[in-house]
């Protein structure tokens, strides 16, 4: 029995790469106007626009065919699919942002062409996070494409794949690539790919619109002929990704894998312009062979008759598609401050969304949705698989810098003005008038205690600070920021998505305790808190003792806890280069900075040094903070600033992990994974290229990754704050926070630096990181039993703390202490907190399921709640939910499950 082809053309939409957005937006303008004028000509042909993004800047570029557009996608001449606002990167972005991807986008493709999105398309990606089956199948979507991430596996091009809670998707891999393209025309690639071609002294720019087949034929009618044979050949080559050569050699390449017969190909690449040669193509082939047949068609085509073929696919288990050579490693910790800004806005769009939902509910205030959506948006596009990750020209850096600002802007306006609305309706009342008032404001759901920091204007000089029952509480002076007048203090009790009232009271001082302390410097150093104690020797910080659970974190290896260490990286945006010589801090000075009731603050100065082709460069001026809470708490805090003033580098913060065979778990976008250095199947770097063994080792991560031994009863966590790259020592008895690296190429030609050429080659000098840097990342100590430790609340405390508000006397509706509400048991977290999109009644709460285990919970409000809707992630409903004692519901949660709620209180 013959095969059945079904060949779609495509122009991948690259939101920003080798040009700005509004650069690539209109060039792939000009593409989707060919692919409807050749449907003029041609009934057979077909198209396919892989995000929302490309179809607004065909709408913004050409406005008079946008009619044209909507009437071509009606009759499914052309195909709208993944669904999302851009092609994300699915392993740096958080798990929230990965979801309004495809919120946003399949709620766009609906509201301007009347489609459900059912495809979700990935073919760009550097890898596929494990949660991406069950994300897609609560979006919606029946039927996952995708290229990266398997290459090094044996697998067949259909399979089910399925998510820890059991979702799963089919799923198409194009194990050979996402590019067909027909002799002769291999040389078309270029310029599009690659739009500016440097020539000394000028900037060629080579028109992407011009037909090159109907050029050719009109000049020379032969060549139709000639064109018609060449197609049909069984020649061919597959190299950067790209499959040229004649059908044959196409179809020959995906029947290897294919698991019924049907098969599909994409015709075309990255931004190249639609041709009508594909027509002549696929005509002669179906002329000259009858075994077969090729079809000009859409992917839902090819869905479709996959489900008719009955065939039962086999099943992929909670994996993750990292493997390589897909896998680019330098990706993950490149361009350090444009993935600080990202996880910052992430925080920041969620505090947004919440207090602008408590100012509705309690104040009747207008949730700003739009202005909310417009700049989750922004954010949403610097998510793009090219944008994240770093490897793009600088131009499209500035632009991406430039739209998060934009966003921060706006997202911090929003904020301000919700909570101020929020402020003025506290009931301060039991606070004596000549008293300032405190607002402490906890924004997730559970109960905080935490140390916080408030600014005292100078001219108070004698105060204490009260908390809810009046009782004075202790704080000592701030001394990492000596411009402010800051003063930190611990928060107790902090109610779950709620507040309490403190206070400042003028001319009363407490006995703070804090030492005086001389600024000297000092090599060795011991200090305490009821449960940890900290050992410094020679500057370096060498052992911390778990009091609690017997356990000591030691630098009997060849790092020191928390110090830094460099290596010149000779690589690209996409690669590490090879690790050559080492160097640690040195000239290492202590100094304790502060000593008193709240906590103990140690500052450590050091200078790191590398090699940089001829010179040595040091970095001359690197502080270190490293602060330990005296309230008994098991984390201990990090911050580190430097001016970076070497290129070509890549600077790590060093943990040694004195825990055997440990079992390694890190946080992905909306869950967590159990990570090994080799893959558990497929080829390993090491197989590849021994040279690059380092790779199996180096992982992306969002906020946190453990190392456990239950039997052991010893785990270490690491926590961070947009800081996406660790790597795992070779005995996994280290762990390597990457801090940054410094490159200056999107891709190395020299042969032997990198692997692979996996990019256009050019200069991006803004990547060289060269400036202020400041990193903030923490250490958690616990038990090692995972199951039942907190390490995902951990995490979120360190990345949202408390927020502190000075506030006016009020006499308002809401009391001096609230909370919406809480959730049990402590395995759920809360990840949003919003208006739904349709309508303003009620909330929309997101939970996840943190343990990786089968569990009931409960949500209790403290007011009656009227109707409670299970809903998907595009918000329609599942199922309505059983109030118990009119302010509760209880609900079943898979492993890492993801559950949905719309609230009507």
């Known amino acids: 029995m013959g095969k059945k082809i079904f060949l779609s053309p495509h122009s991948h939409y690259d939101y920003l790469w080798c040009d700005t957005p509004d650069g690539m937006g209109s060039k792939n303008a000009k593409l989707i106007k060919e692919a409807l004028l050749i449907m003029r000509k041609h009934e057979k042909y077909r198209y396919i626009i892989d995000s929302v993004m490309a179809c607004e800047y065909f709408r913004i570029n050409h406005p008079d065919m946008w009619e044209e557009l909507q009437q071509r996608v009606k009759e499914r001449k052309i195909e709208l699919i993944g669904g999302d606002i851009v092609a994300p990167d699915t392993l740096l972005p ?86 067909y393209i027909p002799p002769p025309f291999a040389m078309t690639i270029l310029p599009p790919i690659f739009p500016f071609v440097p020539i000394p002294g000028t900037l060629q720019v080579i028109p992407q619109n011009f037909r090159v087949y109907e050029f050719l034929i009109k000049i020379f009618p032969p060549f139709k002929y000639i064109f018609r044979r060449l197609s049909n050949t069984g020649l061919g080559i597959s190299v950067f990704g790209l499959d040229m050569g004649g059908l044959k050699f196409s179809i020959k390449n995906r029947i290897v894998r294919s698991t019924t017969d049907n098969i599909l190909i994409l015709n075309g690449t990255d931004n190249l312009p639609p041709s009508t040669n594909i027509l002549d193509a696929v005509d002669y082939y179906n002329k000259k062979n009858k075994k077969n047949k090729v079809i000009i068609a859409i992917p839902s085509e090819f869905h479709s008759a996959l489900k008719k073929s009955r065939k039962k696919f086999g099943v992929v288990e909670n994996y993750e598609f990292l493997g390589p ?19 910052f806005l992430e925080n920041q769009f969620y505090l947004t969304e919440l207090s602008s939902t408590l100012s509705n509910l309690l104040n009747n205030i207008p949730y700003p949705k739009e202005e909310i959506n417009k700049a989750i948006n922004r954010i949403l596009c610097c998510d793009f698989h090219d944008g994240i990750t770093g490897v793009h020209i600088d131009a499209a850096y500035d632009n991406i810098m430039k739209q998060l600002k934009l966003s921060e802007l706006q997202l911090k306006r929003l904020f301000k003005s919700a909570l101020s609305y929020f402020i003025k309706n506290i009931d301060t009342s039991n606070i004596l008038k000549n008293d300032m008032p405190l607002l402490i404001f906890n924004p997730l759901s559970w109960e905080r205690t ?22 004075q509480i202790p704080y000592q002076k701030e001394k ?60 370096k910080l060498i052992s911390i003792f778990n009091k609690k659970d017997k356990f000591e974190l030691n630098s009997k290896g060849k790092y020191s806890i928390g110090g830094l260490r460099i290596h010149n990286d000779r690589g690209d945006g996409y690669y590490i280069g090879r690790i050559g010589k080492i160097h640690h801090m040195y000239d290492l000075q202590l100094e304790v ?52 003033n070497i290129r070509n580098i890549r600077i790590q913060a060093c943990f040694p992990i004195p825990i055997s065979n440990p079992t390694i778990r890190s ?24 040279h690059f063994e380092h790779y199996d080792r180096i992982k992306p991560v969002i906020n946190w990754m453990d190392f456990s031994n239950i039997k052991e009863k010893k785990g270490v966590s690491i926590i961070n704050y947009g800081i996406p790259e660790y790597e795992i020592g070779k005995n996994k008895d280290s762990c390597l926070l990457t801090l940054m690296r410094s490159t200056g190429l999107l891709t190395n ?41 907190l390490i995902a609340r951990e995490a979120q405390n360190f990345n949202i703390p408390l927020i502190v508000r000075k506030i006016k006397h009020n006499k308002g509706k809401l009391g001096s202490e609230f909370s919406l509400f809480s959730i049990e048991p402590e395995n759920f977290i809360v990840t949003s907190i919003k208006k739904p999109e349709d309508g303003n009644n009620g909330l929309l709460i997101r939970l996840l399921e943190t343990s990786g285990k089968k569990s009931k919970g409960t949500v209790k409000f403290n007011q009656k709640i009227k109707n409670v809707k299970k809903v998907n992630l595009l918000e329609l409903p599942i199922e309505e939910m059983k109030i118990e004692n009119d302010n509760s519901f209880t609900y079943e949660s898979n492993p890492q499950e993801i559950l949905s709620f719309i609230i009507k209180i």
């Open 450 to 471: 935490s140390i916080e920091k408030i600014k005292i204007p100078n001219e108070i000089k004698e105060f204490s600070i009260l908390n809810q029952i009046g009782k």
């Open 667 to 690: 946080e992905i976008p909306y869950g967590f994974i159990e990570r090994n250095i080799e893959p558990k199947v497929g080829k390993s770097w090491k197989e590849i290229n021994k």
């Open 94 to 179: 958080n798990g929230e942002s990965l979801v309004r991807q495809f919120l946003y986008g399949c709620r766009y493709f609906k509201k301007h062409f009347g489609i459900d999105s059912k495809i979700a398309y990935l073919i760009d990606s550097f890898g596929q996070t494990p949660q991406l089956p069950q994300i897609l199948k609560k979006a919606g979507f029946e039927f996952f494409i995708f290229v990266r991430g398997a290459r090094n596996r044996s697998l067949p091009q259909e399979f089910w794949w399925k998510s820890f809670d059991g979702s799963k998707i089919l799923t198409h891999w194009m194990y050979s690539t996402y590019t």
């Open 749 to 789: 030609i020299i042969y032997g630096t990198v692997p692979a050429m996996a990019g256009p080659f050019y200069r991006i000098p803004k990547a060289y990181a060269i400036g202020d840097h400041t990193f903030k990342y923490s250490l958690y100590l616990h038990n090692g039993d995972f199951s039942n430790n």
């Open 480 to 539: 990492i920021n000596e411009k402010e007048n800051s003063y930190i203090f611990l928060a107790k009790d902090i109610p779950p998505i709620g507040y309490t009232s403190y206070s400042i009271r003028k001319n009363q001082s407490l006995n703070q305790g804090q030492s005086i302390l001389e600024k000297k410097k000092i090599s060795t150093l011991t200090i305490e808190n009821n449960i940890l104690r900290l050992s410094f020797k020679d500057g």
């Open 593 to 644: 900075l502060e000593k008193g009731p709240v906590r103990t603050v140690v500052k450590l100065n050091a200078k790191l040094k590398c090699k940089s082709k001829i010179l040595f460069k040091s970095i001359n001026e690197i502080t270190q903070y490293i602060i330990m809470p005296n309230f008994g708490d098991v984390r201990i805090d990090f911050i580190t600033i430097f001016y970076n």
């Open 325 to 343: 050579p897909d896998l680019f490693p330098g990706t993950f910790g490149n361009r350090p401050k444009l993935k600080h800004q990202i996880r």
